[in-house]
């Protein structure tokens, strides 16, 4: 998080903010539902004005033993008083109806953005300043648009009551003096005057005292995301940990996560105390405040008391709350500072996951890897070469022909890039320049080494990547007796951890099953059987060569024993400066490390 002028933090807010009050469909109703509440704020305001007259006048009729204008303030008090409730309250309602419908909005257009095409993997390989994108959409969209909403409203209701108390202010010095000393020092808008004076200097004490609280906002931010997201990977992959007894390695290093999130607490704490010895805040009395209660009665007091310049005690107070709501006015940074600095940490957060979703893009746009459909039942790659992030290249290729029905391997050592061949393929590696020419309309699925489980029903996890009931009952059940997997026909309404609940092995099965029933014109196996014995092994791919005789299958594999069910072998050669090629071998003549 780079310090920020405030331009470019309301640049950076209207970035987040525009697309749902500009471009999205909800926009019309949304306005109308602002200016509803701007108009609520106004009879509030002008409720509020109002109620500092009653006050006067109420002060005064007991100061003054006025009964009549005792009972008629009643009455009065009752109405605004009405007025004040009704508004203060729908005001609450309106707001947490706009958040929510706002919320729902922003919240879908971030997992558009994240989840559409493979942007999700691709984030990654650009992200430098991204960490955890899930808790930016599912906390930190609310945390903006509450506290959006909220600073807004907040803001404009003080440019409306500042604008109000300043006419009031401003008639008012033209009738009260200012003596200090015997010696009257009061001209035209004196007390707006000494308003702006006085917020100026505590708003510029204040800011030095507490900005360094927006970075450590945005550090906790980020621990307590980071140990969230340690939590999760613990409980995911809590079988290897417990066969590895590794729970006192992992407690350690989640306590260190966690000791982050603590020691940066404790520097929010150190710095917020700071900030509330001299501004106070959250039920805290500053060292400003006590000041800004001592200033008013110092600068009127003699006027009150040595020189009887001030009718009735009613009217020092009406002045008072005058004067105290416009130094509020001009104070309103210093009064949410601490607030301001969290607001700025989490628009910071989601600004960088739109800009590495840009960055991304930009990437994608950048790249010189050529895709082109064709006629043609087959994939030919022209010519390619493939980089990592960093630009370093990785694999090359020339020439290269899979045709349709053919069994094909691809062998080499490990990083050798094999599982990049397939990243490009899929289209989801935007790292690299070439042609690749791919056939129009046709049914694809990879088969990773190990399979994604949505937790829900077994059903459902067979049936991914399309959604459940896709396939009859009975097809899904068939399939599971292909794969060997009988004694689970009876359980698909099960939920549960599925990735949990199925060995490794079992695991690659449902996956096969899941191709079974895609019924796919290209099958890419990326080491899809290699949790599987030998002997299981060559049952399915029996099997499957039964079943999918017209299918392409591209298998990335290690064992020899897989030789004899593909046709072609492509090999990553080693050009040894840490760079490999694909090119086609023949059966006798893959190295035996292959």
């Known amino acids: ?47 509020g004005l109002r109620m500092t007259a009653w006050n006067r006048d109420w002060l005064n009729a007991f100061n003054n033993r006025d009964s009549r204008m005792w009972v008629q303030n009643i009455w009065v008090f009752l109405v605004i008083g009405g007025i004040m409730m009704l508004t203060s309250n729908f005001n609450v309602y309106v707001t947490s109806w706009i958040n929510i419908r706002w919320r729902r909005w922003m919240t879908a257009r971030y997992m558009r953005l994240w989840m559409e095409g493979g942007n999700h993997y691709r984030m990654q390989l ?49 009738t009260i003096p200012l003596i200090l000393g015997g010696k009257d020092w009061s001209f035209p808008g004196y007390f707006i005057v000494l308003a702006i004076v006085w917020a100026i200097i505590t708003t510029f004490i204040v800011h ?76 805290t009395t500053g060292i400003l405040n006590y000041v800004d209660a001592m200033m008013f009665t110092l600068l009127l007091g003699p006027a009150f008391f040595f020189y009887n310049a001030i009718d009735g005690y009613g009217t020092l107070m009406q002045i008072a709350t005058a004067f105290q709501n416009v130094v509020n006015g001009f104070k309103w940074f210093q009064t949410w500072y601490a607030g301001l600095a969290s607001y700025v940490a989490v628009t910071d957060r989601l600004y960088a996951f739109n800009r590495n979703y840009e960055r991304m893009l930009d990437a994608v746009e950048k790249s010189k890897l050529k895709y082109y459909e064709t006629d043609d039942d087959q994939i030919v790659i022209k010519h390619l070469d493939v980089y990592l992030p960093t630009g370093k290249k990785q694999i090359s290729a020339e020439n290269l022909v899979l ?41 694809v699925i990879v088969l990773p080494q190990k399979p994604y489980f949505p937790i829900g029903t077994l059903e459902e996890a067979i049936s991914y990547p399309l959604p459940p009931h896709t396939y009859p009952r009975e097809e899904i059940q068939k399939a599971l007796i292909t794969v060997g997997m009988e004694e689970f026909v009876n359980r698909l309404d099960e939920v549960g951890h599925w990735n949990m609940l199925l060995s490794g092995g079992e695991q690659q099965r449902v996956g096969i099953a899941r191709a079974i029933l895609f019924n796919p014109d290209y099958l890419f196996f990326d080491e899809a059987t290699a949790s599987m014995d030998e002997p299981s092994e060559e049952i399915l791919y029996n099997k499957l060569l039964e079943i999918m005789k017209d299918t392409t299958i591209i298998s990335i594999g290690h064992r020899s024993s897989l030789e004899k069910f593909h046709d072609r072998i492509i090999f990553a050669e080693d050009n040894g400066d840490t760079t490999y090629r694909f090119i086609e071998l023949g059966k006798d003549t893959v190295p035996s490390n292959a």
């Open 126 to 174: 650009t992200a430098t300043d991204t960490d955890n994108p899930d808790q930016r959409i599912s906390e930190d969209i609310s945390s903006f648009i509450g506290s959006t909403w909220m600073y807004t409203f907040s803001f404009a209701q003080n440019l409306l009551s500042l604008g109000t108390y300043l006419v009031l202010l401003w008639q008012m010095s033209a």
């Open 403 to 443: 045709k349709a029905g053919e069994k094909i391997l691809i062998k080499g050592r490990t990083g050798a890039g094999k599982t990049t061949l397939f990243r490009v393929l899929a289209g989801i590696w935007p790292y690299g320049e070439g042609e690749i020419y791919l056939p129009k309309n046709k049914r």
């Open 208 to 283: 030095s005292v507490g900005k360094p609280l927006s970075r450590l906002n945005y550090n906790q931010l980020m621990y307590d995301a980071n140990f969230r997201f340690a939590l999760v990977r613990f409980r995911e992959n809590s079988e290897q940990i417990a066969l590895l007894k590794g729970e006192d390695v992992e407690h350690m290093r989640i306590m260190g996560i966690f000791g982050d999130a603590v020691v940066n607490q404790f520097r929010v704490m150190a710095r917020t105390l700071k900030l509330g010895l001299v501004n106070g805040g959250g039920g």
């Open 1 to 47: 998080m780079k310090r920020q002028t405030l331009g470019e933090v309301l640049k950076r807010i209207w970035k987040m903010a525009a697309p749902y009050w500009v471009y999205s469909d909800e926009r019309v109703s949304s306005w109308l539902i602002l200016a509803l509440n701007i108009g609520v704020m106004i009879l509030s305001n002008f409720a």
